[in-house]
């Protein structure tokens, strides 16, 4: 996520029944945001990672095969 806002945020990996299956949060200090997220316990198919921020939130579709 690249923008200028800082401070804390939200990341949630959700199933394709909500539920939350990761959550890390943590806090933004530099205008983009990198972070490494393992995907190697979750099963194949289709996930949501959501990304809060704020009063921002982006979300990006993940398939894992």
């Known amino acids: 996520m690249t923008n200028e806002e800082?401070?804390?945020y939200t990341v949630v990996i959700t199933d394709?029944?909500?539920r939350?299956?990761?959550?890390?949060t943590g806090t933004k200090t530099n205008k983009k945001l990198?972070?490494?997220v393992s995907v190697?316990?979750?099963a194949e198919g289709m996930?949501?990672?959501?990304v809060k921020m704020?009063?921002?939130e982006a979300?990006?579709?993940?398939?894992k095969k």
Do not use: I, T
């Open 59 to 63: 979300v990006k579709k993940l398939l």
């Open 20 to 24: 939350a299956l990761q959550v890390w």
């Open 54 to 56: 704020k009063k921002k």
């Open 40 to 42: 190697k316990d979750l």
């Open 47 to 50: 996930y949501l990672v959501k």
């Open 6 to 8: 800082f401070g804390r």
């Open 34 to 36: 990198n972070m490494p």
């Open 16 to 18: 394709a029944k909500g």
